[in-house]
Every structure is written in structure tokens, then in C-alpha cells.
């Protein structure tokens, strides 16, 4: 498969944005589902819930490497694989002076997104994702990527679907 990668700077009197993007497919992303999947909404039935998705929001405390692009991609990279999810797009914007970074990886399954402050040592990451993907593995390639001190988790579950009372 075609792999290219875009690099743009752009500034202004306040700040500098370096955009970041690797192009996986050249062409408009798509993402193939066998014939027989058409029909199917990939909502989860789990636990005796029926939902979208899980939504985990991350914030990492006294982490570090937060202003790294390479890490940050790797992390993103091996997050997706961990969690058994598609991924279609990694986007990231790296600002200066304070080094932060803001992106999503892009899956067939939802998202991942992240922003980070290197300043105070503190990134959130949203990891959203349906199906039979596994969105709390990505918790522990976070972890191991930035080192953080302290990690909060919140769990929703995303479009669940409400049981009649009876």
C-alpha cells in the first residue's frame, strides 16, 4: 500500500504550527467491509448492555516525551494494534514555543485523539472505538510510552441503548 507523509509550517506573530500527516493510501480513505458485513451495525452486546462503543477519556499526570512527535506516533501506532482496531489516518500538529501536540488516529472503529501540555506534564487522550476492538489495552501502551505518574480513566459507554422497565 502507498505510504507518503506531508510536513507544513505555518506561523504567525503568536505561535508556529508544524502539521504533521502520513497518508496511508494516496486515494480517498475507505475502509473495505466483506459482503455479508453490510448490514451490520457494530453495536456491542456485553455484560448485558447493548452500546456503540466504549469511550475511555485518559489524562495522564507527570508524564513525559509529550512534545515528541516520533513517540506520540509510535504510541498512537502501537495503541491501535493493542486494541485490534483499523487504523486509516494519522494526523498530528506539533505548536511551538510550549512543544504540545494535538492529533487523532483516524480508525475504521472510531477514533483516537490526544492533546498534550509538556509545560505541566499532563496529555489527554480520548480513545473511542466499537465493535470487537479492545480500547483498554491502548491504556497500558500510554503508559508505557509517556511514563505518567498518575493516570485517570473514565469509562462511558456510548449509545446505550436503554432496557424497558417493567
Known amino acids: 500500500m502507498p505510504h507518503s507523509e506531508n510536513i507544513l509550517v505555518t ?3 503568536h505561535f508556529e504550527v508544524v502539521e504533521k ?6 486515494s480517498w480513505p475507505t475502509h473495505d467491509q466483506a459482503v455479508e458485513d453490510q448490514t451490520l451495525d457494530h453495536f ?19 508524564a513525559s516525551n509529550l512534545d515528541n512527535l ?17 487504523l486509516l489516518h494519522i494526523h498530528l500538529h506539533h505548536f511551538t514555543p510550549n512543544g504540545g501536540i494535538s492529533g487523532v ?9 490526544v492533546h498534550s501540555w509538556p509545560e505541566r506534564d499532563y496529555a ?9 476492538s479492545e480500547p483498554e489495552k491502548a491504556i497500558e501502551v500510554l503508559r508505557a510510552a509517556f ?6 480513566v473514565d469509562t462511558i459507554l456510548r449509545g446505550e441503548v436503554e432496557t424497558p422497565k417493567q
Open 11 to 13: 506561523s504567525n506573530d
Open 21 to 26: 500527516t502520513t497518508i496511508i493510501d494516496d
Open 44 to 62: 456491542i452486546c456485553r455484560d448485558g448492555k447493548v452500546f456503540a462503543g466504549t469511550h475511555l477519556i485518559i489524562d495522564l499526570w507527570g
Open 70 to 86: 516520533e513517540v506520540m506516533e509510535q504510541a498512537l501506532r502501537e495503541a491501535v494494534e493493542k486494541a485490534k482496531a483499523t
Open 105 to 113: 488516529a483516524v480508525l475504521a472503529e472510531s477514533h483516537i485523539s
Open 124 to 132: 489527554a487522550f480520548d480513545v473511542f472505538m466499537c465493535g470487537d
Open 147 to 152: 511514563s505518567p505518574s498518575d493516570v485517570k
